[in-house]
């Protein structure tokens, strides 16, 4: 792993853990975008805002960067670029980076409504509601259950895949992984032997498919497909060291912080 490097005071804003997923964020993109940061070698703090809301663009990770508040991975990860002079993608070809972008619109587009459909409205589902709704006083739950739900399932069916049935939105999912196992192959990572951005996206959905509770069917399957969990592993052994050891069905508590890289928020 890259040497961490003391650079200002950048913030990460994310979700909190859950779900027995080992990392500081039970979700893919906040997942997707602490990888990167340490692929890139930045040093940052993790602080936990669970109002999505509060982002810039509504949605969680942002970052802070000094005056700088700035929402979407993508557009986050280009700044950090911009700024930092880190690139993980030096030296690609254009088809790799054209390839790349098919994968990361793949996951971040398409099984992205798969992966959320299953994680609230799947099997498991009502549980890992109920779970992050701990943090909400007792006689808000039912409202903010309902209110979430709804908005779920609004924002699904208006991205499309909301609207199929679900057997459908299940096997939509699985042929998304399936398509990844069939193009990762043997290789160590998704486009050779080093790491790139397009690694940071996929093990930010792929980490948290593969290690979140349960046996819904979805991410059973992501489990099942040996070469995709190979890579999994070899991402978070790679990114997180410090979580090996807390397998999935462990508790559902934030991940120790390592000190020199981590500062949980207050
Ligand atoms: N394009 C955004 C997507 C971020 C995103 O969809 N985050 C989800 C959680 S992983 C979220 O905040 N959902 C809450 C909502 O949409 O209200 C990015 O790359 O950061």
Redesign the pocket.
């Known amino acids: 792993m890259a040497a961490i490097e003391q650079r200002g005071d950048l913030e990460l804003w994310v ?1 909190g853990p859950g779900w027995g997923i080992p990392f500081s964020s039970a ?4 997942l ?2 602490e990888t990167w940061l340490r692929m890139a070698g930045l040093r940052y703090a993790v602080k936990v805002e669970n109002d ?2 509060k ?1 810039p ?6 970052i802070v960067d000094g005056d700088l508040r700035m ?6 990860i280009d700044h950090l670029r911009e700024k930092y002079g880190r690139d993980p993608d030096e030296g690609l070809s254009a088809r790799d980076r054209a390839i790349a972008t098919a994968w990361h619109r793949t996951f ?1 587009e398409h099984y ?1 409504q798969a992966f ?1 459909h299953e994680l609230f409205f799947g099997v498991g589902g009502a549980a890992r509601l109920e779970e992050a709704l701990r943090g909400f006083p007792f006689v808000l739950r039912p409202l903010v259950r309902r209110m979430f739900l709804g ?2 399932a609004k ?1 699904l069916h208006a991205r499309g895949l909301g609207r199929h049935d679900h057997s459908t939105i299940i096997a939509m999912g699985k042929a998304d992984l399936d398509a990844a196992s069939a193009y990762l192959g043997d290789k160590p990572y998704w486009l050779g032997d080093a790491p790139r951005t397009i690694d940071a996206c996929v093990f930010g959905f792929l980490g948290v498919s593969a290690y979140v509770e349960g046996d819904n069917p979805l991410f059973a399957h992501a489990r099942s497909l040996p070469n995709l969990m190979a890579y999994t592993e070899r991402m978070r052994a790679r990114f997180f060291p410090e979580t090996i050891g807390r397998d999935a069905g462990g508790p559902s508590a934030p991940v120790p912080a390592d000190p020199e890289l981590l500062e949980e928020a207050s």
């Open positions: 979700v979700a893919p993109f906040p997707k975008l999505t809301r982002g663009k509504g949605k969680t990770p942002w929402g979407d991975s993508e557009l986050i971040e992205h959320e908005q779920l924002q």
